[in-house]
């Protein structure tokens, strides 16, 4: 078999500052950049260019090493370094090194709300709570439930946002999702009780789980979410009395449980005495909508959500929709825990809400997020997001067997791409999912989250060229 000749390459070094291993890197990856340097070309060995240049071999392998981190080259054992295909991915690194120095990380990472439209509406509707006459009294302590004009407008938003009709008295204000989960959690279990949860669930829960000395049980799930039938089991075999799940656009996998599994799941809590709780964050996102699980069941479910992916995560308003003989107790965890609510936010919350701007925030993300969608899919492969909800502001990307998703995640924050793998959604330690969660509105700029997404495809439509680390 033919090897391909060796370039006699030299990288020109003139006027760069830093340290000589970096500035060789730098070099190298301006020529590849410029052409100069094709794809497959074999550069010099080690020892080669050292004598060349009258270096150290040592300041050749880092200057190597620096240039396979960034995604330039890659070394194969017997046959030597060759230049890596840069298609979109690469560009010329900057002096201070690395693909981050380009233009900062792309995280992909963090299922962020798209913010940057809704500035306006923020500052209105803050400028007319500094008028509201009763805001002094708003601002006094309450009641840990929070206070009643806030709750009926939660009500109001239930009832718009995720055709849930109840009472204000049966909502009680928390700080954030994560706060209402808190305290759903707090007043429904003792420190060592067994929890069942999705096998895949959202790592939130985990740390919830530990700070309130929970043992997480999964619970097997199919293309439908969880399976009645594993819930009821685990149940039985673990003690277990509470179920924490997300059955709309659940994050990470992105299924929405049918209506049929929902009632079948309503009628295993009741048989077996299961206090449900219904994460409902990304709810209003779904179209067209499904029941919750508290309008089918409300006498077993604690349905908890908030405003964080639907208006702004820096309002801090959770909530919790409650059986009413449940509601002393959650107000005893809350009057533990925060005495009374953070109202402010909660006021601007009530006051987006009752404005009506609220429903047209909630409007602007829903096309935000098909925008982002209908970008994703056109750039990565569409087959393996067929199962991947385009509702919702995330991806669910499975990924073929010959590229493990913890080798796809290091090489991509590598190159300046953070997504995160299925091990930290992971409930337990069984077999897990070779897949990806990739988020899409985390970023502001389209064009910087079509770069990402270039470099993701890049890096699993062809990873010999990408990294041989994928192989």
């Not at 209105?124 to 439930?145: E, F, G, I, K, W």
């Not at 959690?185 to 067994?194: C, K, Q």
Request: aromatic share 4%; net charge negative; charged share 20%.
């Amino acid at each position: 078999m033919n090897q391909p000749a060796t370039i006699a390459w030299r990288p020109a070094l003139e006027g760069r500052s830093g340290p000589l291993y970096r500035a060789i890197a730098t070099a190298l990856s301006d020529d590849i950049a410029a052409g100069r340097l094709a794809p497959g070309t074999r550069l010099p060995t080690h020892r080669d260019l050292a004598w060349e240049l009258k270096v150290t071999v040592g300041t050749i392998t880092r200057a190597y090493q620096e240039a396979e981190r960034l995604g330039l080259i890659g070394g194969e054992v017997g046959r030597g370094t060759f230049v890596r295909d840069p298609r979109r991915l690469l560009e010329p690194v900057s002096e201070q090194g690395g693909l981050l120095a380009l233009g900062g990380l792309i995280d992909l990472s963090v299922n962020a709300s798209a913010l940057w439209n809704d500035g306006v509406a923020l500052t209105t509707a803050t400028m007319a709570v500094a008028q509201q006459p009763d805001l002094l009294d708003l601002m006094s302590y309450q009641t840990p439930m929070g206070h009643p004009r806030l709750r009926a407008s939660i009500a109001s938003w239930l009832a718009e946002s995720a055709g849930l009709e109840s009472s204000h008295n049966q909502i009680l204000l928390a700080t954030g999702g994560q706060g209402a989960m808190h305290a759903a959690l707090a007043a429904v279990t003792h420190p060592g009780d067994a929890l069942l949860v999705e096998q895949l669930t959202y790592p939130g829960i985990r740390s919830l789980a530990l700070h309130l000395g929970l043992r997480l049980i999964p619970v097997a799930m199919d293309g439908d979410g969880l399976l009645p039938d594993a819930v009821e089991q685990a149940a039985r075999n673990h003690g277990a009395h509470v179920l924490y799940c997300m059955p709309t656009l659940q994050n990470p996998t992105t299924i929405t449980m049918p209506l049929e599994r929902r009632r079948a799941l309503v009628d295993v809590a009741r048989r077996i005495g299961l206090m449900l709780v219904e994460d409902d964050v990304y709810g209003f996102l779904k179209s067209p909508s499904v029941p919750t699980l508290a309008s089918l069941g409300p006498d077993v479910t604690l349905h908890v959500s908030s405003v964080s992916k639907s208006l702004f995560p820096g309002l801090r308003t959770g909530y919790v929709v409650a059986p009413r003989p449940l509601l002393d107790r959650l107000a005893t965890v809350l009057r533990a825990t925060v005495l009374t609510p953070a109202h402010l936010g909660m006021v601007v919350t009530a006051e987006l809400i009752d404005s009506g701007e609220a429903s047209r925030i909630a409007a602007r993300r829903r096309q935000q997020v098909a925008d982002r969608q209908h970008l994703a899919r056109a750039i990565l492969d569409g087959d393996r997001l067929a199962y991947s909800d385009p509702d919702v502001t995330h991806l669910w990307l499975p990924l073929p067997d010959h590229i493990r998703r913890e080798d796809l995640v290091r090489v991509a924050l590598e190159r300046g791409v953070k997504i995160t793998p299925a091990d930290a959604f992971a409930a337990g330690r069984g077999e897990i999912a070779n897949a990806v969660r990739i988020c899409l509105l985390g970023v502001e700029q389209e064009s910087t989250l079509e770069k990402g997404l270039d470099i993701l495809s890049t890096l699993i439509e062809h990873p010999v060229a990408s990294s041989a680390a994928l192989v």
